[in-house]
């Protein structure tokens, strides 16, 4: 099955730049998209086709991929982005795949 | 405006069998490139892929769980429908039913705001 490897954690101080990643075999020739989940309420996506963002989603947020690994890069960190963060994929054979998620803690 | 939101019991006894229903306004699921799909979150944990229905009625099943899952849809009424049979207290968490927009392979791009099951007896 496949896999999307992410970190656990992150730690952020207010108005640094944070980087989450999210590693995966041939994630390079997948679309990866980004949600993220404060505490009690549904996902909601942040970046998607890679780097694209929603409407509505700040400019702060952006996603990149380079080998076998997206990135997603929260600029000038705010308390409000304290939140977790997921990435997903869709394979051939997994289908809907999601990684472990992210901590994002900002200090 | 696209919303979603599911519905069913909050208390399952184990053994049983958890019928959910996604009920969705705003799209059509006649649409080539949408699908609805469920996803759950035991407390704490990660978000967990359940399955998948397509414009076509094509079905997908996280293969973990493939034998106790089937997704469907009725059509007239705007819904999908999830079962998940011979439920267990590991099965407890938040179920959530979301839109895939334009193909098999776009974001989640709306979701429901969950529907909490509890399993125990």
Redesign the interface.
């Known amino acids: 099955s496949y896999v999307l490897t992410q970190p656990p954690s992150v730690s952020v101080a207010p108005g640094q730049t944070a980087r989450i990643t999210c590693g995966g075999n041939t994630i390079a020739t997948k679309p990866v998209h980004w949600y993220q989940q404060r505490p009690g309420q549904a996902p909601v996506v942040v970046v998607y086709d890679d780097s694209d963002r929603p409407s509505g989603i700040p400019e702060r947020f952006s996603g990149s991929k380079s080998g076998s690994t997206a990135t997603l890069t929260i600029s000038r960190v705010e308390a409000g982005d304290e939140a977790d963060y997921y990435c997903h994929v869709w394979d051939t054979s997994s289908f809907v795949v999601f990684g472990g998620g992210t901590k994002l803690t900002v200090l | 405006q696209v919303t979603l939101r599911e519905s069913g019991p909050a208390l399952v006894k184990p053994t049983q069998t958890l019928t959910l229903t996604c009920t969705f306004s705003g799209f059509s699921l006649n649409t080539g490139g949408t699908c609805v799909?469920w996803?759950r979150q035991p407390p704490g944990k990660?978000?967990?892929?359940l399955a998948?229905i397509d414009w076509d009625e094509d079905k997908?099943?996280?293969?973990?769980l493939k034998t106790r899952l089937t997704i469907s849809r009725d059509t007239p009424k705007n819904q999908v429908v999830l079962t998940l049979t011979n439920m267990d207290p590991v099965d407890t968490g938040t179920y959530?039913c979301a839109r895939i927009g334009s193909r098999?392979?776009?974001?989640?791009?709306v979701?429901?705001?969950?529907s909490m099951v509890t399993v125990s007896s």
């Open positions: 799909t996803l990660a978000l967990e892929w998948l997908y099943y996280s293969p973990s959530y098999k392979d776009s974001a989640l791009d979701w429901g705001q969950g």
